[in-house]
């Protein structure tokens, strides 16, 4: 059985075959409009979303088939006490893939373990968010041409912002890649990161402080925003929130052709006057997110 766990589950070939099924979907939809006809796609978010969920849903109605779910674990049996595991050994039942996002850290992993299914990663705690990496490498490799010959800036919550981990763990695996992490001292990537992947892999990084050090250098500045629900209280939440702010002023110190990604939700640490730079590509990389979980989900369920 095919899971997605971490973004490491797919090899760098894997991942590209994945990545040119994402842009031939993006290029020929009718081609996959009944690809999935009778199959049913598993929506159990136990967690808040807007983008991930509504984004394989409508990859899958895109394909054809149905989905079922629910958009909050409150609403579910996990209510009166129902496991991960026994909640997809049931899905298993109604449905042929499931994606789950859950408040902890390894959930999925622990869903994958007992599924009869495919089950995909949507997002867990603050450790792992594969399919964000999958569409933010989507988003990359059509606007910059590569994934090799890269220096990006990851700013902002590092240290509770799982989309940036799973977006280290998959690019260290790329030639001459460099990463610039710039964060407040109290929000750096964790040690499983710092020592597990980057200095593991041999890839060369440097952390900074002010976003101002960096931008000059920068092909990618990929922003994050402060991860209110992972912070143990709200003086240190409010005291980080706005710690970064991109704006006008500060795009101006950045090369012409830089690309600004982020996965979103925004709150203010990118103001709303840079969406309409050219190198502001936070809302077509949401669009890219929908090719490249259609294409995933035709993967795990080989129909592609
Ligand atoms: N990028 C992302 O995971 O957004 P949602 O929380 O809205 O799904």
């Given at each position: 059985m095919n899971h997605i766990i971490s973004p490491l589950d797919l090899s760098v070939e894997e991942l590209d075959k994945l990545l040119d099924l994402a842009n031939d979907i993006e290029r020929n939809p009718e081609k996959y409009a009944h690809a999935c006809e009778g199959k049913r796609l598993a929506s159990l978010f136990y967690e808040p979303s807007t983008r991930t969920r509504l984004s394989f849903e409508a990859a899958m109605m895109n394909l054809g088939g149905k989905v079922l779910g629910f958009s909050d674990g409150g609403s579910s049996s996990a209510t009166k006490g129902e496991s991960v595991s026994d909640t997809i050994r049931v899905v298993s039942c109604y449905a042929d893939i499931a994606a789950i996002r859950h408040p902890k850290e390894g959930a999925a992993l622990v869903a994958s373990m007992a599924s009869q299914i495919p089950v995909i990663n949507?997002?867990?705690?603050?450790?792992?968010?594969?399919?964000?990496?999958?569409?933010?490498?989507?988003?990359?490799?059509?606007?910059?041409?590569?994934?090799?010959?890269?220096?990006?800036?990851?700013?902002?919550?590092?240290?509770?912002?799982?989309?940036?981990?799973?977006?280290?763990?998959?690019?260290?695996?790329?030639?001459?890649?460099?990463?610039?992490?710039?964060?407040?001292?109290e929000l750096r990537v964790p040690g499983y990161i710092r020592d597990g992947v980057l200095q593991k892999t041999n890839v060369s990084y440097r952390e900074v402080v002010r976003l101002e050090d960096a931008l000059a250098e920068l092909d990618l500045l990929y922003m994050t925003r402060v991860q209110k629900e992972r912070f143990f209280n709200e003086e240190d939440y409010i005291r980080m929130k706005d710690f970064y702010i991109l704006d006008e002023a500060k795009m101006k110190l950045a090369s012409p052709d830089m690309l600004v990604l982020h996965p979103l939700p925004r709150v203010n640490e990118i103001a709303v006057e840079v969406d309409k730079d050219p190198r502001a590509a936070y809302f077509k990389q949401a669009q890219y997110g929908v090719y490249v979980r259609m294409a995933l989900i035709l993967t795990l369920l080989e129909i592609a």
């Amino acid at each position: 059985m095919n899971h997605i766990i971490s973004p490491l589950d797919l090899s760098v070939e894997e991942l590209d075959k994945l990545l040119d099924l994402a842009n031939d979907i993006e290029r020929n939809p009718e081609k996959y409009a009944h690809a999935c006809e009778g199959k049913r796609l598993a929506s159990l978010f136990y967690e808040p979303s807007t983008r991930t969920r509504l984004s394989f849903e409508a990859a899958m109605m895109n394909l054809g088939g149905k989905v079922l779910g629910f958009s909050d674990g409150g609403s579910s049996s996990a209510t009166k006490g129902e496991s991960v595991s026994d909640t997809i050994r049931v899905v298993s039942c109604y449905a042929d893939i499931a994606a789950i996002r859950h408040p902890k850290e390894g959930a999925a992993l622990v869903a994958s373990m007992a599924s009869q299914i495919p089950v995909i990663n949507a997002g867990d705690g603050g450790h792992q968010h594969p399919t964000q990496t999958l569409t933010d490498l989507l988003t990359i490799r059509s606007l910059k041409g590569r994934l090799d010959n890269l220096t990006i800036g990851l700013c902002g919550d590092l240290k509770f912002g799982r989309t940036v981990h799973s977006l280290i763990d998959a690019l260290a695996r790329y030639e001459n890649v460099n990463f610039i992490l710039i964060s407040p001292e109290e929000l750096r990537v964790p040690g499983y990161i710092r020592d597990g992947v980057l200095q593991k892999t041999n890839v060369s990084y440097r952390e900074v402080v002010r976003l101002e050090d960096a931008l000059a250098e920068l092909d990618l500045l990929y922003m994050t925003r402060v991860q209110k629900e992972r912070f143990f209280n709200e003086e240190d939440y409010i005291r980080m929130k706005d710690f970064y702010i991109l704006d006008e002023a500060k795009m101006k110190l950045a090369s012409p052709d830089m690309l600004v990604l982020h996965p979103l939700p925004r709150v203010n640490e990118i103001a709303v006057e840079v969406d309409k730079d050219p190198r502001a590509a936070y809302f077509k990389q949401a669009q890219y997110g929908v090719y490249v979980r259609m294409a995933l989900i035709l993967t795990l369920l080989e129909i592609a």
